[in-house]
T-cell receptor
Framework: SQQGEEDPQALSIQEGENATMNCSYKTSINNLQWYRQNSGRGLVHLILIRSNEREKHSGRLRVTLDTSKKSSSLLITASRAADTASYFC???????????FGKGTKLTVNP | GAVVSQHPSRVICKSGTSVKIECRSL??????MFWYRQFPKKSLMLMATSNEGSKATYEQGVEKDKFLINHASLTLSTLTVTSAHPEDSSFYIC?????????????FGQGTRLTVV
């Protein structure tokens, strides 16, 4: 079953602005991953953060994890129109390989 | 990164017919593959875990006789939607990892848009 929610569900910003998306979850996790999906396409992995990590960076992406609050955030800095997509967080629990996805945030970056 | 190829990307079929969707790992072997279903503007719902050489493990509420999964080789898993109905219309996506460890990224196919008319 799915758990956790992303917020906001939709976000519209101007190019150059930063975009922050949040993800919450209910039970303990092994790791949390962020994926991007362009409309009607498959998913592309962005960042994996382990439960013992607090922050990770990759280019213009910054992910934080707060296990005490059971939440994570994805920050995209200096956004571009090409960043327009849906962004999902996904969790693994226990020894399972299964990824449980949140509902996603639809990001629109206006030129 | 590793490549997962899914075919076809789009398919339209008549009610009552069956449709097969293929998921291939092109440059790695995958003992496990995962099949998801995605409704419009919704998240991905895990349908089943495809295990090479053994029966698939289905999630609660997913009809195994409706969604037949075969994982006959380390690079190919197939999902067959049997006796398709309009309510089966959806976006189906497969994924696999290069190693069977939870702390690694998953690679996704391009997805298959199924429309049942």
């Amino acid at each position: 079953s799915q758990q956790g929610e992303e917020d906001p569900q939709a976000l519209s910003i101007q190019e150059g602005e930063n975009a922050t998306m949040n993800c919450s979850y209910k039970t303990s996790i092994n790791n949390l991953q962020w994926y991007r999906q362009n409309s009607g396409r498959g998913l592309v992995h962005l960042i994996l953060i382990r439960s013992n990590e607090r922050e990770k960076h990759s280019g213009r992406l910054r992910v934080t994890l707060d296990t005490s609050k059971k939440s994570s955030s994805l920050l995209i800095t200096a956004s571009r129109a090409a960043d327009t997509a849906s962004y999902f967080c996904a969790k693994t629990q226990g020894g399972s390989e299964k990824l449980v996805f949140g509902k996603g945030t639809k990001l629109t970056v206006n030129p | 990164g590793a490549v997962v190829s899914q075919h076809p990307s789009r398919v339209i079929c008549k009610s009552g017919t069956s449709v097969k969707i293929e998921c291939r790992s092109l440059d790695f072997q995958a003992t496990t593959m995962f099949w998801y279903r995605q409704f419009p503007k919704k998240s991905l719902m895990l349908m089943a875990t495809s295990n090479e050489g053994s029966k698939a493990t289905y999630e609660q509420g997913v009809e195994k006789d409706k969604f037949l999964i075969n994982h006959a080789s380390l690079t190919l898993s197939t999902l067959t939607v049997t006796s398709a109905h309009p309510e089966d219309s959806s976006f189906y996506i497969c994924s696999a990892r290069t190693t069977p460890r939870a702390n690694t990224e998953a690679f996704f196919g391009q997805g298959t848009r199924l429309t049942v008319v």
